[in-house]
């Protein structure tokens, strides 16, 4: 209920939900070129490379969602508001001309800007918000990893 204790929990939700995306996307940007011409066939390989792109963009737009939430829960839905609808005038300004210039690729180009102005726009008013260093909001420390861990044990020994 008090408002520092808000802020930590948004803070370590921050550190966390961006490692482990982060975590989660590199591993899958290293196995999608090759899962995916075995998953769709050969004659895809050339589309690899766009998939890792989306694949990207698609970690981004999670982490969107993570911040967004959060920030919601601050009381602070116009900052999200304003941060969708800033993504959505990129995609509307990019999205013709990139995919109209190089295709697929163009278009998820245009997609990972868009959703890369919406957590820019997310994390720099949580920045602000916050009143904290930028590494406190964005990278985890020791501290979060041994409280990770706990968690995590805690859950296994409930089930």
Same mark, same amino acid.
């Given at each position: 209920?008090?408002?520092?204790?808000?802020?930590?929990?948004?803070?370590?939700?921050?550190?966390?939900?961006?490692?482990?995306?982060?975590l989660v996307a590199a591993g899958a940007?290293v196995v999608t070129p090759v899962l995916?011409?075995?998953?769709?066939?050969?004659?895809?390989?050339?589309?690899?490379?766009?998939?890792?792109?989306?694949?990207?963009?698609?970690?981004? #737009?999670? $982490?969107?969602?993570? &911040?967004?939430? +959060?920030?919601?829960?601050? @009381?602070?839905?116009?900052?999200? =508001?304003? *941060?969708?609808?800033?993504?959505?005038?990129?995609? #509307?300004? $990019?999205?013709?001309? &990139?995919?109209? +210039?190089?295709?697929?690729? @163009?278009?998820?180009?245009?997609? =990972?800007? *868009?959703?890369?102005?919406?957590?820019?726009?997310?994390?720099?008013?949580?920045h602000a918000h916050q009143r904290c260093?930028?590494?406190?909001?964005?990278?985890?420390?020791?501290?979060?990893?041994?409280?990770?861990?706990?968690?995590?044990?805690?859950?296994?020994?409930?089930?």
């Amino acid at each position: 209920t008090d408002a520092e204790g808000r802020h930590q929990r948004f803070r370590f939700g921050t550190r966390l939900g961006i490692a482990l995306t982060i975590l989660v996307a590199a591993g899958a940007a290293v196995v999608t070129p090759v899962l995916f011409p075995l998953i769709f066939g050969g004659a895809y390989r050339p589309a690899a490379g766009t998939a890792v792109l989306v694949t990207i963009g698609s970690t981004v #737009a999670a $982490l969107n969602l993570l &911040l967004g939430e +959060a920030t919601k829960g601050l @009381g602070r839905p116009r900052v999200v =508001l304003k *941060a969708e609808l800033i993504g959505l005038v990129a995609t #509307a300004v $990019l999205l013709i001309p &990139l995919s109209l +210039a190089i295709g697929i690729i @163009g278009a998820a180009l245009a997609s =990972l800007v *868009a959703y890369s102005a919406t957590a820019m726009i997310l994390v720099v008013d949580a920045h602000a918000h916050q009143r904290c260093r930028w590494r406190d909001l964005l990278f985890m420390d020791r501290e979060d990893l041994r409280t990770t861990i706990s968690m995590a044990r805690h859950v296994v020994a409930r089930d």
